[in-house]
């Protein structure tokens, strides 16, 4: 017996039948039609996406240069427009973005650039929560445009860049700043405290110091130290992990007095100088779990979690059995 729907000439359905054949036949037509609509426009997405992206792109940096300022935290502005830290992203914020818009307190053809001598570090303490020192000495150095400076109000800035292995706490930060360490002091990026390192993301810390004018034209001594803690490290056969703290990056930011506080300017510290007194990278060795130990700690974890639950449960029963017999007398 032939199809039902079949366009043989030698099959002749009923008037129903074929009225059934022809709106089957239509929805295959249109069907086909709605499949090559969606592929093409699907084509359409892949080619004009990326002209479109980077036109956004253009027009998103060109507005930022113009609508966007700085704001008191470096790392805010950048967290507005960035949802993660990378090196190199942040390197050409700072190199592109920070002295963009900003007005100039001293002139344009000013001879001041603060430059470091002495730029140590190193890790204070034991285990996984110490402190990272940074101690800073200024170059001494005559400036023609000293006297619009020491009219200024200056804010060094320190940001520490941590690795996912570290995390900063915000309120123990905030409590140093109550106690005057600080001038100014916030966590950016990844504040989850709980988060062992590897479901965390970067964060940084970024510092605000009021300094006297004054320091910056002569060797004085600034030494800045940082508590950070490790998050939970993966299993590790040595029985350590390593984590890397790169050198801080070290901004000046100076207003002048009378103007308002948005009317300011950005110095990047540099350290490039031959006689620069280099420390090493911070390493620090983590204490972390080895993968040997695991089903010896899962042994003992699971028996002392099933031990506390059965002392609960009976102690429960317990419970339950002394308050009944108490109703019982006291009803007798």
């Known amino acids: 017996m032939p199809p039902l729907c079949s366009t043989s000439p030698t099959v002749h359905p009923g008037r129903q039948v074929l009225q059934i054949c022809v709106v089957i036949q239509f929805l295959r037509r249109t069907w086909r039609q709605f499949i090559g609509l969606c592929i093409y426009l699907l084509v359409c997405s892949f080619i004009w996406s990326p002209v479109v992206d980077s036109a956004s792109s253009n027009f998103n940096s060109g507005n930022d240069r113009t609508v966007h300022p700085i704001k008191k935290f470096v790392m805010q502005s950048y967290f507005d427009r960035h949802r993660e830290l990378h090196d190199l992203v942040f390197d050409n914020f700072v190199s592109q973005e920070v002295n963009v818009g900003l007005f100039q307190v001293l002139p344009e053809n000013h001879d001041f ?3 470091l001598s002495v730029l140590k570090r190193n890790l204070i303490g034991e285990g996984s929560h110490r402190h990272v020192s940074t101690l800073l000495k200024f170059q001494s150095q005559q400036s023609q445009s000293s006297s619009q400076l020491l009219s200024s109000s200056c804010d060094l800035i320190v940001i520490e860049r941590l690795p996912t292995g570290v995390f900063a706490d915000p309120f123990e930060l905030q409590r140093l700043v109550q106690r005057g360490v600080f001038n100014d002091v916030d966590v ?9 390192s590897f479901l965390s993301k970067r964060s940084a810390v970024e510092i605000h110091l009021a300094v006297d004018p004054n320091k910056l034209l002569e060797p004085t001594d600034i030494n800045i130290e940082l508590p950070l803690h490790a998050r939970y490290q993966p299993l590790n056969e040595s029985g350590y992990s390593t984590v890397e703290l790169g050198m801080p990056d070290i901004l000046v930011r100076c207003s002048t007095m009378e103007k308002s ?8 510290v540099t350290n490039n100088d ?4 280099y420390g090493a990278d911070v390493i620090w060795r983590i204490p972390s779990g ?3 130990h695991s089903d010896l700690v899962f042994a003992i974890t699971f028996s002392a979690a099933l031990l506390s639950t059965l002392v609960i449960v009976l102690s429960s029963l317990e419970y339950s059995k002394t308050r009944r017999v108490g109703n019982d007398s006291k009803q007798s």
């Open 113 to 115: 650039v603060p430059r």
């Open 188 to 196: 950016f990026g990844d504040t989850n405290l709980e988060l062992p």
């Open 261 to 268: 506080e948005n009317q300011n300017c950005f110095f990047k």
């Open 274 to 277: 031959a006689d620069v007194q």
């Open 290 to 292: 080895k993968k040997a």
